[in-house]
């Protein structure tokens, strides 16, 4: 579903460098889901982290807000070729949930799971290291449903279906197992720079 367009157009050397080959620049923030567009309360919204099917700690939406907070500011690009620049997110980075949680990642991979139901994996090694986070805020403000509110997870390196919206789990997987959008003939990665968008890219 896209509800926002977004037009491409020339730009500088030092802006070209950080658009990755087949996509345009963006000014407006499209939106883009697979289905409808859930309201999810603050009051009825929780994370659950988990290894396999066991649950290992679940946080409310005040426990989850009470961790430590982080500011950061990065490129996004999605795979229907749009890129924005420098937009600015803040929320609790995944190296702080797993502290919280007192525990290192136990396997390579995890599935990303939604309060609709959509699914997508990442590796551990784009989760850690400060590269990601479940974000609560975009430009200072609490994030909109439209945008994956009330948290959404953020893995900006990496194609924007990978930053899962309306998140309440992460779940740790002995395999690289496909989300909802790679059963569909995306790409199992999705790296931005190399181009790929779909399954053989």
């Not at 309201?39 to 009470?66: M, Q």
């Not at 702080?96 to 390579?108: C, F, K, S």
Request: proline share 10%.
């Amino acid at each position: 579903m896209t509800t926002r367009g977004f037009t491409g157009r020339r730009q500088p050397p030092e802006i070209n460098d950080r658009i990755p080959p087949g996509q345009s620049l963006t000014e407006d923030f499209p939106v883009l889901s697979a289905g409808p567009t859930p309201r999810v309360r603050t009051e009825d919204w929780s994370f659950t982290l988990k290894v396999g099917p066991k649950p290992v700690i679940k946080w409310n939406w005040a426990e989850f807000n009470a961790l430590p907070q982080t500011k950061f500011t990065r490129d996004i690009h999605c795979v229907t070729a749009w890129s924005k620049l420098d937009t600015p997110w803040q929320g609790v980075l995944i190296d702080d949930v797993l502290a919280e949680a007192g525990i290192e990642p136990p396997t390579d991979f995890t599935l990303a799971h939604s309060f609709d139901g959509y699914t997508t994996n990442v590796p551990v090694a784009d989760l850690v290291g400060g590269k990601s986070m479940i974000a609560t805020h975009y430009a200072g403000k609490p994030l909109t449903p439209d945008h994956g509110g009330p948290a959404r997870l953020l893995v900006p390196h990496l194609y924007f279906w990978k930053s899962a919206k309306w998140i309440n789990g992460l779940q740790f997987t002995t395999r690289d197992e496909p989300g909802f959008w790679e059963l569909r003939g995306y790409h199992i990665y999705g790296d931005p720079w190399r181009e790929q968008r779909y399954t053989g890219d």
